[in-house]
């Protein structure tokens, strides 16, 4: 029997090599259900619906043309379609942990941070991906809705390819968020009523008097997101590169906390 | 081969695991037996790392199960049948994992066909009935081709056609020259597959033994008279040195004399014996017997209380 000390390592394979077996495994769990068509499928409807009504509100109102015709679209599409792709997100952990499944996962990559990161690339650039364009067909069917109104503005207008570049990072940074959630909670209705708190109950600081409301509000994920797109931020509001940093940080705190408890924790 | 070497596992307040070592062997299929809540499980969890030990550890061919680099090829292993996400289809679950250790779409089909899910294998597992869940388990643990095999209760749920086709695949594979791990709860499972015996109780070990010889050393065998001077008898035969319990009406069980010594103590004293039958214990019988007193040590312990049953 071999003592404590004289162990054979193994040389460790390339990181790239075990990343593509887990990127390829997990690229098809995602595929092969159902419940990920059904959550992309809603996360358009609800995105371009979301649209399409904004649009034709905007188009029958008699107020005097959007001061920022950008921005102030931009929550009226992603705000819904968020939910449906962070459950997607939260899924990829949580279906696991409550079919068991994990076990089999784990014991066929026993490296638990490479398992971590592989669903939250899959996860992270299908939403990415599919974000992008519910971005450009919403704009796209709300500029067809406004034709000829004043509110309606060409692809090419400043600011609007940032807000549709933008409205594909929020929808992928929720994606993340919802990965690494799913994997600190490891149970699907937990995660699921976790996801929108985490979301929508820190926008309530808007609510707060000022300053209050825009110091801490500037912090909030769907707040990040809308500064990236507002031109005309007013005083106190983040810059661009600043809000950027605050939609990268949820997720990235929350991912710091799933690979330190995935690890340390038995399936 | 398997080496668990001194490990204990404790859940809070919970020793599921005491000091527990063993070495299962390649070539042979080794029974791991113990009642339900006897740590069976948590032992395989451990081997692949997917518990923590409190402290010990367990190697699979001399390495740690978690420093292992794609290690379906060394360990295939079934723990849940129904540890599958329920609207997957059986050839995308297989798939799936396949891909996590760089294993072909053409071994995913051969192993489907090899335990007989392939007909309904774009299905998904929701559907499927336990016995046919076991056996896509199965596949998966043979996905990788691997030399050593850790089944966690792999009939549970099975048909008779599907019992007598697992001990025959674990048979072929163990001689192939395989390690073969399979637990059961259930020793009369083991009596017709395993060569070898590991047997647990409250985490610690019990037995670690060949078969034939864990039944030649713990069967226990007696005699069975019946006599209408019950009474009587069992004097005279506790007078020649055997141990005698009373067993229903009329009824010795005897042990320490077998029968013809008994018949002819009888006959001498011209005592009437209306049956006299030499019984052997059961496989299942010695085990239960071993169980039952790990059991009943502990059950004493006002530690233990309240722990699983």
């Known amino acids: ?267 | 081969m398997i080496e668990v070497d001194q490990l204990s596992k404790r859940f809070g307040a919970l020793t599921a695991l005491d000091d527990l070592s063993f070495t299962v062997r390649p070539g042979r299929v080794t029974g791991f037996l113990g009642p339900n809540g006897a740590g069976k499980t948590t032992t395989m969890r451990v081997i692949l790392g997917l518990d923590a030990p409190t402290a010990g550890r367990a190697l699979v061919a001399g390495r740690r199960y978690g420093q292992m680099f794609r290690p379906l090829r060394r360990v295939g292993s079934l723990l849940d049948a129904n540890a599958v996400h329920p609207g997957r289809s059986a050839y995308q679950h297989l798939r799936s994992v396949a891909q996590s250790n760089g294993i072909s779409r053409r071994r995913v089909e051969q192993v489907l066909k090899l335990t007989g899910v392939d007909a309904v294998a774009r299905r998904p597992v929701g559907t499927f009935s336990l016995g046919m869940k076991q056996r896509v388990g199965i596949a998966l643990a043979l996905l990788g081709d691997p030399p050593v095999l850790v089944f966690d209760e792999p009939v549970n749920g099975l048909d008779p056609e599907g019992i007598h086709w697992v001990r025959g695949l674990f048979k072929s594979l163990a001689a192939e020259g395989r390690t073969v791990f399979v637990s059961s709860h259930l020793m009369s499972e083991m009596e017709l597959t395993a060569e070898h015996l590991i047997i647990i109780g409250r985490g610690r070990l019990l037995a670690d033994t060949p078969m034939d010889q864990f039944v030649e050393t713990n069967a226990r065998s007696d005699v069975l008279v019946r006599s209408p001077q019950a009474h009587e008898l069992a004097q005279l035969l506790n007078a020649h040195g055997a141990t005698v319990t009373g067993d229903g009406d009329h009824g010795l069980a005897v042990t320490g004399l077998d029968a013809p010594a008994i018949a002819d103590l009888a006959a001498e004293r011209a005592i009437r014996v209306h049956e006299l039958t030499p019984r052997h214990a059961t496989l299942e019988q010695a085990y239960l017997d071993l169980t039952e007193a790990s059991v009943d040590y502990h059950a004493g312990q006002p530690a233990d209380k309240g722990t699983a049953s």
């Open chain 1, 1 to 267: 029997m071999a003592t404590r000390d004289t162990l054979p390592v193994e040389p460790a394979p390339p990181i790239a090599i075990r990343l593509i077996d887990a990127l390829s495994s997990e690229w098809t769990k995602l595929r092969s259900v159902k419940s990920s068509h059904w959550l992309l499928i809603i996360a358009a409807v609800t995105a371009i619906g979301g649209s399409a009504l904004a649009a034709i509100a905007d188009q029958s109102s008699r107020k005097p043309a959007l001061a920022d015709p950008v921005a102030s679209t931009f929550l009226a599409w992603v705000e819904y379609p968020i939910l449906a792709v962070g459950i997607l997100g939260l899924l990829s952990f949580t279906s696991e942990y409550t079919s068991g499944q994990i076990r089999t996962t784990f014991a066929a990559i026993p490296q638990r941070l490479i398992v971590l990161m592989a669903k939250t690339s899959v996860a992270g650039i299908v939403a990415l991906i599919f974000g992008e364009a519910l971005a450009f067909a919403s704009f796209l069917v709300r500029q067809a809705i406004l034709t000829g109104h004043r509110g309606s503005i060409a692809l090419t207008h400043p600011g609007v390819p940032t807000e549709l570049l933008s409205g594909g990072l929020a929808i992928c940074a929720i994606a993340t968020l919802g990965v690494a959630l799913g994997a600190i909670i490891r149970n699907t209705a937990g995660a699921v009523a976790a996801l929108p708190a985490l979301i929508y109950l820190p926008l309530l600081v808007l609510t707060l008097p000022h300053p209050w409301n825009d110091d801490i509000g500037k912090f909030t994920l769907l707040m990040a997101a809308y500064q990236l797109v507002s031109k005309h931020a007013h005083a106190g509001l983040l810059p661009a590169p600043l809000s950027l940093a605050v939609l990268i940080a949820w997720p990235a705190v929350a991912l710091l906390a799933a690979g330190f408890l995935i690890k340390s924790r038995d399936a």
